[in-house]
């Protein structure tokens, strides 16, 4: 009974306390007593009111450390030592102490503490009262190697999330985070809470169930941050002022201005405002702007401020006064800029350079022109343009400006290139399903074993869905599709968040070879996606959207310009930015930042039919080129922000019909870095029968076949060539490769070992809900008596189980044959390289065919 009593009392004091309205701490007091090793602090209110919230901190001489703590926890680094109070001492009655439960702890010599402060102001109630406390802060204690953060609440209210972010010194790393979730980037940490300590009682901590880790190498962490906030509280610092502003140059309707850099306060400097009076006149990111639209002959005063990422402005600079000049004092333009040339470029870039102009009052600047359209203005002789598209031709001409806004006549036009997206090499693009990891067992961690990641350059994640309501991106969700696959609403809402982020993986499933422990923020392939690029970090993600069953409401989302915006940016937000929904305790801000370099459209048809029950529009070709800039106007945008290119990539049709229905070909190709153009799916049976279940023929033939009996002879070539003939540069273009065979059964021989014979039906698939498919892996492991063949006039490989008195079944293929056909042939046409739906179907044998072919 004496055991139970004791155990109750502190219950019943932590009721009591709940009951209590919250306060923000005041003055309260600790008195310290020794009695040989052990310590104990008394803490006492002498308020009219209880005070909730409170810690101690105190110095201890070299060498002494604490231990056994009673009533609290602590935490020591070096010779300061943390104290917290448990949670039912952690309010002090009005006029109270913490007794009969006042801390206690154990002490490695017997010692007098040093520097004490409670709440931030002196233990002994001398000095200046403790200063306001911060809403939340997070203090680091380091044992060994193993990190500890425990973040306080010193908040009236709950706090519902919090993350910290923190760098480390280069080359050190942190992991196996426990109570927790680590992502790194370079130096830069971010950590998540598990879903069990994500919120936080007001006047509360994280303990006993604070988040630790592992450091590579015992460091303290810096620039930390809770919630955006200093982690010890301290408010943030403003940039200084720029200083020394100055005009260069002006003009009649101009003013350059130039200045120092301002010096950073709590965070780094992201940009400078330039002001004309009151009035913002522009935003730049360097120490140098021009000012436009202004009046001749007028004075303008100007100053400057620097801008921190928070958005924290700095104090004026010194206003500087400058005066337009007067057109009436000068009527002669400059020279002709001289000998413009391309002096380099990049996937997204042309540098440029040219010899100076001569005028007689002075030249103030140059102005360079993409065909008709202004690109950029300069001060002097070389110019960079960005915000190109890959592999296409540019003509530029340069014009010079003088001191009076007299302008040249442009100079003789040059015309650059711009370098492939895939520099000095063949692009090597494969497609991971996001359902593989169920029947198919193939997880991300396949690619590394495998040894496919090492050879691709491209991997694209399928697929995301389009919200058949609000016509945004659509995560978040975990519903199936329906089993009818001709059902119209088939993919209505359907995604597997469960799959893409909420998913623990077990170590055998992982890429490094490390367990999920299920309260990370980011699981499933999306972690396992992230830990790929760590290990291969020339490997760009991108997330494809749309394919055969989501692509319904595609044309719904291009139809508007307002429809489009808003499409484009949710997609951008949830999956560039890394903005995922909530799912299972995982996703949330920033939760999948970094993954997805990029963009995979798979719109399938635009003005042509496709899955039962899409929508078609008679504007959807006009639409998709409008929403295919979109995507690349605003993936730009982001570059501007975080200096970052993201790609654009769509999958495009074969069939000729679908090209003229749904493709301006030209228009399109000045947005999209790369068209994974279908080279296979020519003919098949279908899972339901639905397609061609009566006769045979190649699905991915590189020729046309003589013999095939259809009125329009499907091949790679031709599919290619109506690319080309649209005017398409080569290196934009990849062929589809299927690592899957499709099959037919009851085929008759027909003296061609089935090729193009009758037949009854779909084979029996790798999958009950897949017949007349199967992985090339199954298919060869799987498909008794299946004698392979090649076919060398159509580049086609197909294998046939009859004979000339037994039907069997028939399977058309990629094999590593028909891959190096392919190969040889892309490179004799100057193509850009091979994309591969999809990879689960091969264990390595095929991708290393492909990377020999292109080697």
């Known amino acids: 009974m004496r055991r139970l009593a004791v155990l109750l009392l502190p219950i019943a004091m932590m009721v009591a306390f709940a009951a209590a309205p919250a306060h923000a701490a005041a003055r309260l007091t600790a008195a310290f007593t020794l009695t040989g090793n052990q310590g104990k602090f008394v803490v006492s209110n002498p308020e009219s009111a209880p005070v909730t919230g409170w810690s101690i901190q105190f110095d201890l001489p070299a060498g002494v450390t604490v231990s056994n ?26 006029n109270g102490n913490t007794e009969p439960y006042s801390p206690t702890f154990t002490l490695s010599s017997p010692a007098q503490p040093t520097s004490c402060l409670i709440n931030n102001a002196n233990c002994d109630g001398s000095g200046d009262p403790p200063p306001p406390a911060a809403p939340v802060v997070a203090s680091f204690s380091l044992s060994g190697s193993q990190g500890k953060f425990v973040v306080e609440n010193n908040g009236d209210a709950a706090l519902d999330a919090w993350s910290i972010q923190f760098e480390l010194p280069a080359g050190v790393t942190a992991s196996n985070a426990q109570n927790g979730s680590l992502s790194q980037s370079g130096r830069q940490v971010t950590l998540s809470p598990a879903f069990y300590n994500t919120k936080i009682a007001a006047h509360a901590t994280t303990e006993p169930y604070s988040p630790t880790f592992t450091l590579s190498s015992p460091v303290e962490p810096t620039s930390c941050r809770v919630n955006d906030v200093r982690c010890d509280g301290s408010a943030d610092t403003p940039p200084s002022a720029p200083g020394n502003l100055r005009s260069p140059v002006k003009t009649t309707k101009t003013v350059s201005l130039a200045w120092d850099a301002a010096t950073a306060g709590s965070l780094p400097i992201t940009a400078y405002e330039v002001y004309r009076g009151t009035d913002l006149a522009t935003t730049v990111t360097g120490t140098a702007a021009t000012v436009t639209g202004l009046s001749p002959n007028t004075e303008y005063t100007f100053t400057v401020k620097a801008k921190d990422r928070k958005g924290t402005p700095s104090p004026a600079s010194s206003p500087l006064k400058v005066t337009t000049n007067n057109p009436a004092d000068d009527t002669q333009p400059p020279t002709v800029p001289a000998n413009v040339r391309s002096t380099g470029k990049t996937s997204s870039s042309v540098a440029l350079a040219w010899d100076a102009s001569t005028d007689n009052k002075g030249v103030a600047g140059y102005d360079v022109y993409v065909g008709t359209t202004l690109a950029t203005s300069v001060l002097g002789t070389t110019a960079t343009v960005t915000g190109l598209s890959p592999s296409t031709e540019y003509t530029f001409t340069v014009r010079a400006r003088d001191l009076y806004d007299n302008t040249s006549a ?59 309501v609000k016509l945004t991106c659509l995560n978040g969700v975990t519903k199936g599709t329906s089993s009818d696959p001709q059902d119209p609403n088939q993919g209505d809402g359907s995604g597997d968040a469960d799959a893409d982020y909420g998913r623990p993986m077990s170590s055998a499933q992982s890429v490094d070879g490390v367990a999920d422990t299920g309260w990370e923020k980011l699981r499933g392939n999306y972690n396992q996606l992230r830990k790929l690029k760590a290990k291969y970090p020339n490997l760009k993600v991108l997330i494809s959207l749309g394919g055969w069953t989501y692509s319904k409401y595609f044309s719904d989302v291009a139809a508007t310009d307002a429809s489009r915006k808003k499409f484009v940016s949710s997609c951008i937000d949830m999956y560039i930015k890394g903005n995922l929904p909530e799912y299972n305790s995982a996703g949330g801000p920033g939760s999948a930042a970094g993954i997805f370099d990029g963009i995979d459209l798979d719109w399938e048809w635009p003005g042509a039919e496709g899955h039962a029950g899409n929508h078609i529009g008679p504007n959807d070709k006009a639409n998709n080129t409008l929403l295919i800039a979109e995507f690349r106007k605003q993936l730009d945008a982001l570059t501007v922000e975080t200096g970052k290119r993201y790609q654009l990539t769509a999958f495009t049709p074969a069939d000729p019909d679908k ?38 023929g190649h699905q991915g033939n590189l020729y046309a076949d003589t013999d095939d009996p259809y009125s329009f002879h499907f091949s790679v070539e031709n599919a290619v060539n109506v690319y080309l003939q649209a005017g398409v540069n080569p290196r934009k273009l990849t062929i589809g490769l299927a690592y899957y065979g499709r099959g037919w059964q009851g085929v008759a021989d027909g003296g061609k070992s089935g090729e193009w014979q009758s037949a009854t039906g779909a084979a029996p698939g790798q999958f009950q809900e897949e017949a007349g498919t199967r992985g090339y892996s199954n298919l060869v492991a799987s498909v008794p008596g299946c004698t392979v063949r090649h076919d060398e006039q159509a580049g086609a490989t197909y294998c046939y189980t009859g004979s000339a008195s037994q039907a069997g079944q028939w399977w058309t293929f990629d094999d590593t044959w028909s891959i190096a056909k392919k190969t040889a042939w892309l490179r004799t046409k100057g193509l850009l390289g091979v994309m591969i739906w999809e990879m689960s179907g091969d264990t390595g044998t095929l991708t290393g065919a492909v990377d020999t072919g292109l080697k």
């Open 69 to 94: 703590p009673q009533n609290a926890t602590t935490t020591q680094t070096g010779t300061r030592v943390k104290l917290t109070p448990a949670f039912y001492i952690n309010t002090v009655r009005a």
């Open 410 to 468: 442009a100079g003789v036009a040059v015309k650059a290139t711009t370098a492939d997206i895939v520099e000095n090499g063949y692009a090597r693009v494969g497609y991971f399903v996001q359902w593989g990891i169920y029947g198919r067992q193939y997880f991300v961690k396949n690619l590394d074993t495998t040894g496919a990641a090492a050879k691709l350059t491209h991997l694209n994640y399928a697929f995301a869905n389009i919200d058949p």
């Open 659 to 696: 090209i003229a229905a749904g493709w301006d070909l030209p228009e399109v190709a000045k947005s999209l870095d790369i068209f994974n153009i279908q080279g296979y799916d020519f003919h098949g049976a279908g899972s339901d029968n639905s397609w061609e279940p009566n006769r045979t």
